[in-house]
């Protein structure tokens, strides 16, 4: 990554307020990912701010990002923001794009678990994203199938709209469930 690449990118998150993706956008039609930039992205999504977490996690996602530009360690990164207490925003994108990640079998389990939790969250959108990054899980690993069927069912019961229509899409995306 060159140095301009790099201090655009700095600017960028750094100058993100949690809300305005202006310069995040500017900065996403000005560089393409490559594999410097992906690895940047992927250490700031790692940090413990959270407006950095959502601005990487922002970038990775508008990128359209996928399983074959991640090494095991940044897709354990990204994973990593599901398992831990962060803000939804994050999460939300790392949700989005489950299902373009290959979950390893070692932290299948353990994201099943969160997913669960996030299934339960008061937050609609998370809830929703939760159910489809279940089936997303599941359909890599199928010994989870029975559970993403349980969260589905669960989410068909919801009140909100948002939450049955994501559910609906879900079950077309994947024809086992």
């Not at 039609?29 to 992205?41: C, G, Q, S, Y």
């Not at 940044?74 to 979950?103: E, F, K, M």
């Not at 199938?145 to 909100?160: T, V, Y």
Request: proline share 3%; net charge negative.
């Amino acid at each position: 990554m060159t140095s301009s690449a790099s201090h655009a990118l700095a600017s960028a998150l750094f100058g993100f307020d949690g809300k305005r993706t202006d310069a995040l956008e500017d900065f996403a039609a000005n560089f393409r990912p490559d594999a410097d930039l992906i690895t940047e992205l992927c250490d700031f999504a790692a940090s413990d701010d959270t407006n950095l977490q959502t601005a990487a996690t922002w970038l990775l996602k508008h990128y359209g990002i996928t399983a074959a530009q991640l090494s095991a360690g940044q897709t354990a990164t990204l994973l990593g923001l599901l398992l831990r207490q962060t803000s939804w925003l994050p999460q939300i994108h790392v949700l989005q794009i489950l299902d373009t990640l290959n979950v390893p079998e070692a932290l299948a389990e353990p994201l099943m678990r969160a997913l669960r939790a996030l299934a339960v969250s008061d937050n609609t959108f998370i809830r929703a994203w939760s159910v489809h990054g279940a089936a997303a899980l599941a359909d890599q690993h199928p010994a989870y199938r029975a559970a993403a069927r349980e969260l589905l069912a669960a989410a068909e019961r919801e009140e909100a709209p948002s939450v049955r229509a994501r559910v609906r899409r879900t079950r077309q995306a994947f024809d086992w469930c």
